[in-house]
């Protein structure tokens, strides 16, 4: 599965960012789609997930309320949207891949994109 995230950024505190991130290829809704973030100096933390159909998102308490994940199964497409951004949300962003569902935090995934750079100024 190759994945490409997209729509990184500047921004500035309280503005809104969508990233996409693009699997082409049959077997995209056989994946659970993730996003993760890793912040200048720091180890790179889960964000949240989608299930394989959307029926079913996590996210961890940092974002919540503020972060949406979605996907777009006929175009093997998902996208994080992000508002109220606030400065301690700059960070690469990487969107990732794995066969199955975990109601709770990812650790890791099987497969992975190249990041986007999310950038929020106070």
């Known amino acids: 599965v190759q994945l490409q995230a997209s729509g990184g950024g500047l921004v500035q505190a309280g503005g809104s960012l969508r990233l996409s991130c693009a699997a082409p290829?049959?077997?995209?809704?056989?994946?659970?789609m993730g996003w993760f973030r890793q912040a200048p100096g720091k180890e790179r933390e889960f964000v949240g997930a989608?299930?394989?159909?959307?029926?079913?998102?996590y996210y961890v308490d940092a974002v919540k309320g503020r972060f949406t994940i979605s996907r777009d199964n006929a175009i093997s497409t998902a996208y994080l949207q992000m508002n109220s951004l606030k400065p301690e949300d700059t960070a690469v962003y990487y969107c990732?891949?794995?066969?199955?569902?975990?109601?709770?935090?990812?650790?890791?995934?099987?497969?992975w994109g190249k990041g986007t750079q999310v950038t929020v100024s106070s």
């Open positions: 990732a891949a794995d066969p199955s569902w975990l109601p709770g935090v990812y650790y890791g995934m099987d497969y």
């Open positions: 989608i299930d394989w159909s959307g029926d079913h998102t």
């Open positions: 290829g049959r077997t995209f809704s056989s994946y659970v």
